[in-house]
């Protein structure tokens, strides 16, 4: 890239402010991997029914466009994902492209893909197969996060338990219009994508209320990230050459040539091998981070109580104020404050309890 049409002076700035940009994009805490994906930590009550679980991502080097994650409970007595029953139907488009009789088909190609990105132009096909699945989906939220807006976003639970959750999104489907992916770097706070939780009922006297949500990294079946072309981001892989012996059982000397082979560990002099190349991928933890998340029960409390002294009044509304503007104290039961059931604790949580108080407005709702 040439810079001629700028002063000699200014061309020895711009390495330095090169160097600046890179030190300020780099993680914090001491951290260099480029792709980092985390779940929130957060709190709930005992019976509290959609509980947000956050899962937040940063990207210093890549250009995002797709995701698959897969997260576990490890306390599956404590809390699950919510789902919900949905019937899916899978079609796949059929060409017979050799007949061995009238109607009779010999070979068929799949034409699926090119029917589905191409619907104007009205591929030609000889047959469907539609396959019925009943599925347990997720409830995710992808409002103001970072693959808002994507064409595909789906979830559900493998174990069809509601204890799982595998989670896929891309920011472009097969056809048309294309959807930019999430541009690096991304260093904002803003979630990836949203999930919804219930907890169960769990008695003020346990003592272990705390569940980890576990992202599962160890096969890249089930954790994965990709740029706009495609390619895996933060994976390594690894070539491995499978050696394999032949000998030569029948030699025509004439047509210097071998009539048959037969396969050996390891042959005599006369024998030759073939290598076959075998490519497999790991996740690159020098890369990649991930860390994982939980979700800690409180001890009962009242919504709206946001001071925690028992009672609902002007002075919770003061507490909330003077924690949001003015540095005090955090709230005991975070969960307790958010009144309006917004998933977050802000001026509208203190306006709604105003409403409540003074002007008949309706009670808190903590979920």
């Not at 005991?332 to 003074?358: F, K, Q, R, W």
Request: net charge negative; proline share 5%; charged share 15%.
């Amino acid at each position: 890239m040439s810079f001629s049409f700028l002063s000699l002076r200014l061309n020895r700035l711009v390495p330095i402010a090169v160097a600046v940009a890179m030190f300020f994009a780099l993680p914090a805490f001491g951290q260099f991997e480029n792709l980092r994906v985390r779940v929130g930590d957060t709190t709930g009550t005992s019976g509290q029914q959609n509980s947000v679980i956050s899962i937040y991502m940063k990207s210093y080097a890549d250009t995002v466009a797709g995701f698959e994650l897969w997260l576990v409970l490890d306390r599956p007595d404590i809390m699950e994902f919510q789902t919900d029953t949905a019937t899916f139907y899978d079609s796949a488009f059929w060409r017979c492209t050799t007949y061995a009789a009238p109607g009779i088909c010999q070979y068929w190609m799949d034409v699926t893909d090119s029917v589905i990105a191409f619907p104007e132009l009205e591929i030609d096909y000889d047959s469907v197969d539609v396959n019925i699945y009943s599925l347990l989906v997720g409830n995710h939220d992808t409002t103001g996060t970072l693959c808002s807006g994507w064409e595909f976003v789906r979830s559900r639970s493998s174990n069809y338990t509601g204890h799982d959750l595998k989670i896929a999104a891309y920011a472009n489907e097969i056809a048309p219009p294309y959807t930019p992916g999430i541009p690096y770097p991304q260093t904002t706070n803003k979630p990836l994508i949203k999930i919804r939780a219930d907890i169960y009922n769990i008695p003020d006297d346990q003592e272990d209320r705390t569940v980890n949500i576990i992202i599962q990294a160890t096969n890249l079946d089930n954790f994965s990230f990709s740029d706009e072309a495609g390619n895996a981001i933060g994976v390594i892989t690894d070539t491995t050459f499978d050696t394999t012996w032949y000998h030569c059982d029948v030699w025509n000397a004439s047509f210097d040539t071998c009539y048959y082979f037969s396969e050996v560990q390891n042959g005599p002099d006369d024998s030759f091998w073939c290598c076959d190349t075998i490519l497999s991928g790991r996740l690159d933890s020098d890369y990649v981070a991930i860390y994982n998340g939980s979700l800690f029960v409180l001890p009962a409390g009242l919504c709206g109580d946001m001071n925690n002294n028992g009672a609902i009044n002007i002075l919770d509304v003061v507490f909330l104020i003077n924690y949001l503007y003015k540095g005090g104290a955090a709230p005991e039961l975070p969960a307790m404050c958010d009144v309006n059931h917004s998933g977050g604790i802000n001026l509208l949580d203190a306006t709604y309890l105003i409403n409540y108080l003074y002007k008949g407005g309706p009670p808190p709702n903590c979920g």
